[in-house]
């Protein structure tokens, strides 16, 4: 189901393309589109948000709205403001698992056990294959798990919060989104490669493509920009 922010930001998009086809029209695609992002901003609540708009190729229109440090008042920049990359970490994520099996390091097809021992069995085989694919049965956040601050000192700790749950359906039955899937795996990618799960995409991820500008979110760290 589509929402209303993912609508409004589609119809940004729809905007901002026709900043590459001359008209005679005295509205500037560029202003609408800017009307667009703040009522979008007014309702979420949102800090800071960056738009960029490419069309064939070609970067048609970039703005920063609001502020990257509301304290400081530092407004967000667009071509250098970072921000939490939030669930596209799990498509960097699946690229190290797609690394890890053509090294013949990772088996998608076996029980997580093999590569997480701590994580009790369940009834049904969950696999690597089915946690990408968000068919393993794990759940997701409850209530307001995603807010919290508790700080874990590493991956299998975090997995304290949901490993003695029980499964949302039998492993492979159905689809079901879930973060904590991902956070398992990246206790799998740590035990098959021998590294910490940011140390390996650090350097087989962020580095090998020229991510200069991602790095681990650490609260704890002043990270610029």
Request: with cysteine; charged share 20%; net charge negative.
């Amino acid at each position: 189901m589509l929402t209303k922010n993912t609508v409004r930001l589609f119809l940004v998009f729809v905007t901002l393309c026709s900043l590459n086809v001359s008209c005679s029209r005295k509205v500037d695609p560029g202003d609408q589109a800017s009307a667009l992002i703040r009522e979008l901003m007014s309702e979420s609540q949102a800090v800071g948000i960056t738009v960029t708009v490419g069309v064939k190729g070609e970067i048609v229109w970039s703005q920063g709205f609001g502020y990257a440090d509301l304290e400081q008042q530092v407004p967000v920049y667009p071509d250098r403001t970072r921000f939490r990359v939030g669930n596209v970490a799990k498509p960097m994520t699946a690229l190290a698992v797609a690394q890890l099996y053509e090294q013949g390091l990772l088996d998608l097809d076996v029980p997580i056990q093999r590569y997480v021992q701590s994580f009790p069995k369940k009834e049904g085989t969950i696999t690597t294959r089915l946690l990408a694919g968000h068919l393993g049965g794990i759940r997701h956040y409850q209530g307001n798990e995603n807010l919290s601050y508790k700080r874990y000192e590493t991956v299998l700790d975090g997995l304290a919060i949901f490993k003695d749950d029980e499964l949302l359906h039998p492993p492979g039955s159905k689809y079901s989104y879930s973060s904590y899937g991902y956070n398992l795996i990246s206790g799998m990618i740590e035990n098959a490669s021998g590294k910490s799960y940011l140390e390996y995409m650090d350097e087989h991820v962020f580095t090998a493509l020229g991510m200069n500008h991602t790095e681990a979110d650490n609260i704890y760290s002043i990270i610029p920009d």
